[in-house]
């Protein structure tokens, strides 16, 4: 009898242990909503979550980081391989004590191929001498992420030719720019392509371009209104694009654009 009670006091001692040393690592957890929002022209993203507690009331956290990753498939623990798209890190956290409406913007870095990509929020714990996931959260949907663009135009855009003053009007509602920088010159055109424009080199027939003096880190162009020197192309229908280019490595490389909405007629009536 002695040997069993004291057998069954060990294995009782045992398990007050085991739920000692599980309480002792008790960490810190998501709770409520989380999310994130790609801010200031894809520039920065929002981190966000309504709460993060810590589930121990006896020990505090380590230092604490939320993480936002592309992924090609929904994060189920484990290694974790993918693009970070932004971070932030947290004070760690004292026994009981939570985090609440957390909303922080940091600047975001994209993946190098434009495609769909599972988004996750994972949360870090500093443990060990390194940052370990004790949380995550997968977003309910994709998202289609890319390259970072160094330069965008707004719309609303428009030109305007005449075949007898020999001129083309054109205007947009913003010209802006994400370098470290100072940008290269810049030209603004207006391309008649017969098949729709989608990037990269262009074909077709320039039929009006106007150059704007570099922009400082920060500037922009706004209400671009220039006239420029009309180019008519061959009589037909066309597809009428705003083209942006940026003088860089001796020549205009194109940075962005905005495309025709439909098919344009140009008649040049000859007497």
Known sequence: MFSIRFFTRLLLTAGLASIAFSNLHAGAKFSGATGYQIVKEGASVSLE????????RENA?????????????????GT??????????????AGGKHYTDLKRIVPLSTPSSLKNYF???TLSEFSNGAYGIVDWRNM??????????LFQLDGPWGWQTSYEGGTVDISVAKISHHRTGRTGSLKLSVWATQQPYKGGSIRGYEIGTIE???LEVGYTYTNVKNVAKFVPPPNGNYYVN???????????VIVDYLPASKLSTFNQRKN
């Open 49 to 56: 979550a309504d709460y993060i507690e810590n589930s121990s």
């Open 140 to 149: 309910p949907n994709t998202k289609l992420l890319g390259p970072a663009k």
């Open 242 to 252: 705003l083209v942006l280019t940026e003088f860089r490595d001796n020549q205009y």
């Open 212 to 214: 704007k003096k570099a």
């Open 119 to 121: 988004i996750c929020l």
């Open 80 to 93: 974790l391989n993918g693009t970070l798209l932004g971070s932030y890190k947290l004070e760690g956290l």
């Open 61 to 77: 956290t380590g230092t604490l980081m939320m993480k936002l990753w592309a992924l090609d498939a929904p994060y189920k623990g």
